[in-house]
Antibody, heavy 123, light 107 residues
């Protein structure tokens, strides 16, 4: 059974750095085609894709947020970490991690999601 | 970045109705379009991938079609558990992008 769980602070202050951890089980991030993505959703708004790390350690970021984001993995611990610098109240959202599976060059599905963790940015 | 535009933003329908949601990409994404369902307070759930392939375990009343820039999600006979928000998402290029969502409400 594949599961993912997000963890991190529920409250951060403006200008601080947010560190979120995705702990997963049931698959290996060393397996070809396996990836983990981060997605967020501000209250009442749409989903926003943030970043992805692949089995071969390739990393991809949102165009608008790439200067603030860093994604990394610890394969031995089955964890993926996302850091976001210079947090602002507009970054208040539920943050999800999801397993993404690649089939060829273009087909990618986010087929299992964590339950999400809510982060509020406020002084 | 590829922009994804869904229509309508919301709709009201009754149990048993046929419901159609459209998604338009700002450029050709061939068939690399996924659909997700999200219920309040829950994580999104994958319904359809590669425009028309049904994810395992998803009821057959859900179907997807389209290619290029125009795609459709159809629910053939709306059930009470289908009232939710639906998102399209392209996997043709990185960064991945989602539509703004379509909320399906009870009439």
């Amino acid at each position: 059974q594949v599961t993912l769980r997000e963890s991190g602070p529920a409250l951060v202050k403006p200008t601080q750095t947010l560190t979120l951890t995705c702990t997963f089980s049931g698959f290996s991030l060393s397996t070809s085609g396996m990836c983990v993505s981060w997605i967020r959703q501000p209250p009442g708004k749409a989903l926003e894709w943030l970043a992805r790390i692949d089995w071969d350690d390739d990393k991809y970021y949102s165009t608008s947020l790439k200067t603030r984001l860093t994604i990394s993995k610890d394969t031995s611990k089955n964890q993926v970490v996302l850091t976001m610098t210079n947090m602002d109240p507009v970054d208040t959202a539920t943050y999800y991690c999801a397993r993404a599976r690649h089939y060829g060059d273009y087909l990618e599905v986010m087929d299992v999601w964590g339950q999400g963790t809510t982060v509020t940015v406020s002084s | 970045d590829i922009q994804m535009t869904q229509s309508p933003s919301s709709l009201s329908a009754s149990v048993g109705d046929r419901v159609t949601i459209t998604c338009r990409a700002s450029q050709n994404i061939i068939i690399y379009l996924n659909w997700y369902q999200q219920k309040p307070g829950k994580a999104p759930k994958l319904l359809i991938y590669a425009a028309s392939s049904l994810q395992s375990g998803v009821p057959s009343r859900f179907s997807g079609s389209g290619s290029g820039t125009d795609f459709t999600l159809t629910i053939s006979s709306l059930q009470p558990e289908d009232f939710a928000t639906y998102y399209c998402q392209q996997s043709y290029s990185t960064p991945r992008t989602f539509g703004q969502g379509t909320k399906v409400e009870i009439k």
